[in-house]
């Protein structure tokens, strides 16, 4: 198996502009996570879904950002208009639904000027 | 995250020596912690993991240790090598909850 793939896995972008972060599940997983690393907070999750559900987006920073699954093994993370705060690593992570263990991407850098 | 903080930011060890990442976690109801290891441009990749019924768990190499009493995990990297050079994050989760992570120990093997 091939992993989390993640697309693209950097993106410079202007402010203003709309970013879109796409994420593959593993085969078969049905949870997914998407996470946000920077230096000063680590770690964030911004939102998870379970069976294409989403089940908790209350670490989604605020209305600019959005996600969706427009099927059982792809994501979508939307931001827009993107700003030079929203600069970090985005993270996606896939797991069977009730499993402990979560499996990461490689990530996607957004840097936004 | 709001429950997990580690001890130190950084961590040097002679190649061959055993390292010890130590992590503090604040919540008594969690009972679930795991370890992530991050390289350089890489995502977390899983370790080890313990619930909070065990207090010891051995992988390869590797040792979780959890004092409940304390509120204390530790990873143990025995022989360290220099591809164990990265970041290590632990995280903790209650019930149902998502995993918080740490801020991470970043661990330097010196040759």
């Known amino acids: 198996d091939a992993g989390v793939i993640q697309s693209p896995r950097h993106e410079v972008t202007e402010m203003g502009q709309e970013v879109t972060l796409r994420c593959k599940l593993i085969s078969g997983h049905n949870s997914l996570f998407w996470y946000r690393q920077t230096m000063m907070r680590g770690l964030e999750l911004l939102i998870y879904?379970?069976?294409?559900?989403?089940?908790?987006d209350s670490g989604m920073p605020e209305d600019r950002f959005s996600a969706k699954m427009p099927n059982a093994s792809f994501s979508t993370l939307k931001i827009q208009p993107s700003e030079p705060r929203d600069s970090a690593v985005y993270f996606c992570a896939s797991s069977f639904l009730g499993s402990d263990t979560q499996y990461f991407g490689p990530g996607t850098r957004l840097t936004v000027l | 995250g709001e429950n997990v903080g580690l001890h130190l930011p950084t961590l040097s060890v002679q190649e061959g020596d055993n390292s010890i990442i130590n992590c503090a976690y604040s919540?008594?109801?969690?009972?679930?912690f795991i370890w992530y290891k991050q390289e350089s441009g890489k995502g977390p990749q899983f370790i080890i993991d313990?619930?909070?019924?065990?207090d010891k768990r051995q992988g390869q190499r590797v040792t979780v240790l959890l004092n409940k009493t304390v509120k204390h995990l530790s990873l143990q990297i025995a022989a360290t090598q220099p591809g164990d050079s990265a970041v290590y994050f632990c995280?903790?989760?209650?019930?149902?909850?998502?995993?918080?992570f740490g801020t991470g120990t970043r661990l330097t093997v010196i040759p």
């Open positions: 919540n008594s109801a969690s009972d679930y």
């Open positions: 995280a903790d989760r209650t019930g149902a909850n998502n995993l918080f």
């Open positions: 313990i619930r909070s019924n065990m």
């Open positions: 879904f379970n069976n294409n559900v989403p089940i908790d």
